[in-house]
């Protein structure tokens, strides 16, 4: 109701959403007006539920580039990596099952878990990604309390939402640790690809998978970020046994992905558009975040602190003392400025001191602008 | 692998697929030409859950012609029907629930709700659909026996296996029987437009939902069979409060249908494309079925028996006696023609009598040969 008295003028930290200005629009296009010719019926019709097979072999390029191999019988395209966070919930978790989830972690990996009626238990979280320590802990003193623990879900790159990646030393160490546990590691991994170049290298990127020698890891990717999020064509990268019954349950879901929006993708990368997508896409969101920080420091000073993000979308702010996210949200759409609130990331209880802001979408004229408002809304109420 | 190994000249009755011949490309292609101009960014964005307003809009339109009065909150895009179907079983059926679904009925049904870990628990079926004696009978007697019953799933129109209409006078009835024992019905209507006007008209298909007073029908469709399969936009109208809870399943499931697709249907719709196709593809099916009809009256002369299909895509045959579907299958597949055994069909163990032949896809020529190549199937094996 707030949102719609404001006469539209309303900026947006909240949405996770990539800038259209980034999307390939001539090259689609083209590659659409050619798919729709009439020439191949196929376009259009019915298709295989595990995905378009050329795609499915194109996605095994990508997978190649990010050190991960993989066959046909360990692929399967998804609606969007939500697809593939509940296929995990309906085919892994089964009710009361506890499954660790970083504080703070992705919502829509909170919401998709707990329909499959387990319970989350957090992990802390260091600036350079989970407490391996406080993880392990986590994991034993659940299991001694009689709990069936086997699933930790992560996003190792420019985590949504604090924006944080995990070091490679705890890679390798959460792939020892999930073997001596007997663990399954859901790695969630819409980012990667958009490091920012001044503090992280692509190097850094490497994904669990790639040195998943035991069947340990369910990767999750989508093109929702580097292509573009209404095709929803993402994809699962798992053990062949665990591929299969995502296969059987997503036939009685919804058959398949949009045939379609999957050969565009797959012409996509068979013409390198999704190559030539990357080198802008990482400057377009770091020349974002600088202009997010600057401003940000312009207006608050110190009395915001953040871990500086290295990629992706978001900045996870820590406010002042005494301000909590919850009454500063009212207030900041009294200005007209949005933002996610912390707690609704922490499984915990904990986060009502923090405030996510995406930075990928609104142009740099329009952040500054937010970021006013929102410095606005913490200015103290004036005494009547 | 038999499959494999015949060379590609397989001729398939098996797959439920429209004829590409019948998709309009050439509109297709021009709408989506303008929508990715990249003038609008939100053609390719993250959208909204409950689907794009516009084609929310339309799909009000297309209810309206069909008698069903709806708004807004009583209406949600799905991913196929299938997901309709599953949101259904996600939403309103708990493991161990009966639900009521006619013998024969739809294999994606029958899949998506034995997932919610319910019984399903079969209805006879008449000429002119369901039987509602038997309807009745099963669900006192379930509920007798302490099982909690409330959903009644049937294709009142063109029934997928079985070809049947459902007479209006059933209709009627079905909606007062659903009030006096409180049920809920969950009303398929994939193929209401495709009526065979030799033997139907669009009267005939008026859904039940049109004269739903009561709040007693989830009505499900789609776009598949209209325009394309590949798009995979159809939708439910329902209750609002039955909505809102769909709407907050889908959020984790998977975000959203894809825009492009949703937008190319709206275009579709607001441009009578989806109007203008209407009577070209009841034309289209219905001289199918004819070639289909005469084919096996040509090869099996009485020795094949079925209710002659008023609408739709499917013909559901009664073998002679002495043979079994499934063996069958076997040596149609040799002979290289497939087939969708009845078995499948029938909750109840029943229907290995039957096949399900699909006459919508392969050319009248194909349909004659796959008939040929039927009729080969069922010759007595030479005794050596």
Redesign the interface.
């Known amino acids: 109701q707030v949102i719609a008295s404001r006469s539209g003028d309303l900026i947006s930290f909240a949405?996770g959403?990539?800038?259209?200005?980034g999307?390939p629009?001539?090259e689609?296009?083209a590659i659409?007006?050619e798919l729709?010719?009439?020439k191949d019926?196929?376009?259009?019709?019915?298709?295989p539920t595990r995905g378009y097979r050329p795609l499915i072999e194109s996605i095994l390029g990508v997978l190649e580039k990010r050190g991960i191999k993989a066959d046909l019988t360990e692929v399967m395209t998804?609606?969007?990596s939500?697809?593939g966070?509940?296929l995990t919930a309906?085919v892994l978790i089964a009710p009361g099952d506890v499954v660790l989830v970083e504080v703070p972690t992705y919502t829509?990996a909170i919401?998709?878990f707990?329909?499959a009626q387990c319970r989350l238990v957090g992990v802390r979280q260091d600036a350079d990604g989970i407490n391996l320590e406080d993880l392990d802990a986590s994991c034993m003193r659940e299991r001694k309390a009689g709990s069936r623990v086997n699933l930790l879900y992560l996003v190792p790159n420019f985590q949504n939402p604090a924006g944080i990646l995990l070091s490679l030393e705890k890679r390798q160490r959460l792939l020892e640790w999930a073997e001596r546990r007997n663990m399954l590691i859901v790695e969630d991994d819409p980012y990667g690809e958009l490091y920012f170049e001044d503090v992280a290298t692509a190097a850094e990127t490497r994904p669990l998978k790639a040195d998943d020698r035991h069947g340990r890891v369910i990767y999750l990717s989508t093109f929702?970020k580097t292509l573009?999020?209404?095709?929803?064509v993402a994809w699962v990268a798992a053990p062949a046994p665990i591929v299969e019954r995502f296969y059987t349950?997503k036939?009685?879901?919804?058959?398949?992905?949009?045939?379609?929006?999957q050969r565009v993708v797959h012409q996509s990368i068979a013409r390198g558009v999704l190559d030539r997508q990357a080198a802008p896409l990482r400057k377009l969101y770091r020349d974002r975040r600088d202009v997010m920080e600057q401003t940000l420091r312009d207006q608050f000073g110190d009395r915001l602190s953040w871990i500086k993000p290295k990629g992706g979308f978001f900045l996870w702010a820590q406010l002042p003392d005494g301000f909590e996210d919850i009454a500063l949200l009212e207030k900041a759409m009294e200005q007209g400025v949005l933002f996610v609130i912390g707690s609704a990331f922490c499984v915990d209880g904990s986060g009502h001191g923090r405030v996510r802001l995406s930075f990928s979408w609104p142009a740099p004229d329009r952040i500054r602008e937010g970021a006013a408002r929102l410095a606005r809304a913490m200015m103290p109420t004036p005494v009547a």
């Open positions: 949405a959403y990539p800038d259209p200005a999307f629009w001539e689609f296009r659409a007006s729709l010719s009439g019926g196929s376009v259009l019709q019915y298709g998804t609606s969007g939500q697809q966070l509940d309906r829509g919401a998709a707990r329909n929702s573009a999020p209404g095709f929803r349950a036939q009685s879901m919804d058959l398949m992905c949009g045939i379609l929006d």
